[in-house]
């Protein structure tokens, strides 16, 4: 890896015992979280996955279980009530529960991406009032930048904030945000609204601010028919003249930047939802073949199927070693232009990889792994969201590209 920011090294070359090696092990600490999460997962989220998937009804239990475990305060500070664990230690827990769930993944993650832009710029009242209600489970947040004519091109959006006339540095928002995730289960809302003039495509033209859903003129619309990830609803955020106060401006006002800081630095953690859905495939149909009997022999036997499971456990390991690194990234606030490239590459790569894997899961069953009775189709069609959400395939590809024409991710 280039890092720009690393002294060139003068002279010779260092003795080697001075040398740091580069270290592929978790901590203590992270390989305990490891199995504690994934004793979570395999007794509490396995079994529920398909009823979730079925009903497509909130899964409150789930959500308490997690509360129980400390896992929704996993990236938020520990002097907000946090673990500490970082944007790493969520990484970890997600990629367990995304090994049989991806809604209840996208629950861990939520106590993220609405949380990310108060935590790189947020006042220190905004964080005690906000946060630690995260990380106990007694409030929920979502995060609002998608409209219908702006997804990847949000700087087409319409939600306006305009000065509050009856509040010095008051604004008040007007808009709907679309394609929300968790946005009836909210308690407040991380929105991104245009302060300067609506034509305006200029950066510092968007501002964020935090909006409570009991506030007069926040209410909720339509509520999206979905593919996949059913349980954790996506719809709209509707804002007629919402009085923002001043002290829910977070960060400066014309700081659209802070929306693609808390984006890149989210990247890992979507990443881990394609790699433990990845895994979670390749272990069941693994199994699956090893036991289905053909032409005298069994599925396994062909080599064929073993190169298929071959090449899908290399892409595994691949996005999961991508994924950490982005996440120690993350987690050291390298989350700025130089790194984008590092941590865009996890995030494409692990989410391709969860269509392809759920994808060969489904080949590897036949018909039995296009029918409900086998996880199979409900991962295929969970995946496809991961490509699509924060950020498409289309728009990670740009921002590697961009890296490496602009010499931020380089070998030389
Ligand atoms: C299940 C789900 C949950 C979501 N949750 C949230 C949420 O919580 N909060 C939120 O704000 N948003 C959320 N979104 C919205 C999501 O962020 C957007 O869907 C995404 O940014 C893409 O925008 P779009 O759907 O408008 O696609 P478009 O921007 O219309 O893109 C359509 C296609 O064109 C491609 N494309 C666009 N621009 C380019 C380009 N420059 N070069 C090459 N190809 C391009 C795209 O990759 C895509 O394939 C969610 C979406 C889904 C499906």
């Known amino acids: 890896m280039r890092h720009k920011d690393r002294g060139r090294r003068q002279g010779g070359a260092p003795a080697v015992g001075n040398l740091r090696p580069v270290d592929f092990e978790f901590s203590a600490e992270l390989d305990q979280l490891q199995s504690t999460v994934r004793r979570l997962a395999r007794d509490k989220v396995k079994p529920r996955a398909r009823e979730i998937d079925r009903s497509g009804e909130y899964p409150s239990d789930l959500f308490g279980a997690f509360g129980d475990a400390g896992l929704l305060g996993l990236c938020l500070p520990e002097d907000l009530g946090g673990s500490g664990a970082g944007i790493l230690g969520l990484t970890i827990a997600i990629e367990e529960v995304a090994k049989y769930s991806n809604a209840a993944a996208l629950m861990l993650l ?3 991406l609405p949380t990310g832009p108060v935590l790189i710029a947020g006042t220190d009242e905004q964080k005690r009032r906000y946060l630690p209600g995260i990380a ?117 006002v014309g700081g659209f930047r802070l929306a693609m800081l808390g984006l890149n630095s989210m990247r890992p953690i979507v990443a881990a939802r394609g790699i433990g859905l990845a895994e979670g495939a390749l272990m069941y149909a693994t199994e699956y073949v090893k036991q289905r009997a053909a032409f005298g022999r069994t599925i396994a036997d062909f080599q064929g199927i073993q190169w298929e499971i071959a090449k899908c456990a290399v892409d595994v390991e691949a996005a999961r070693l991508l994924t950490y690194r982005a996440a120690a990234l993350a987690d050291a606030g390298k989350f700025n232009k130089e790194h984008v490239p590092y941590l865009s590459i996890a995030k494409y790569h692990a989410t391709e990889l969860a269509v392809r894997a759920s994808g060969l899961a489904v080949q590897l069953l036949g018909a039995a792994g296009y029918m409900e009775d086998h996880p199979t189709e409900l991962w295929y069609r969970d995946a496809k969201q991961l490509t699509i959400v924060e950020g498409t395939s289309q728009v990670q590809l740009g921002l590697i590209a961009r890296g490496v024409l602009d010499h931020d991710l380089w070998w030389d």
């Open 110 to 112: 939520l106590t993220r």
């Open 136 to 252: 106990s489970g007694t409030s929920r947040a979502a995060f609002g930048l998608s409209e219908a004519q702006a997804g990847s091109d949000v700087m087409g959006m319409r939600t306006r904030a305009v000065p509050d006339s009856g509040r010095d540095g008051g604004w008040l928002l007007t808009g709907t945000k679309c394609w929300m995730s968790g946005v009836r289960e909210a308690d407040w809302y991380t929105v991104f609204a245009k302060t300067a003039d609506p034509e305006s495509r200029a950066h510092d033209s968007i501002t964020a601010f935090i909006v409570e859903r009991s506030w007069k003129g926040v209410d909720l619309g339509r509520v999206d028919h979905k593919m996949g990830v059913r349980g954790v609803d996506t719809g709209e955020l509707l804002l007629d003249s919402v009085r923002v106060p001043p002290e829910n401006v977070i960060g400066e």
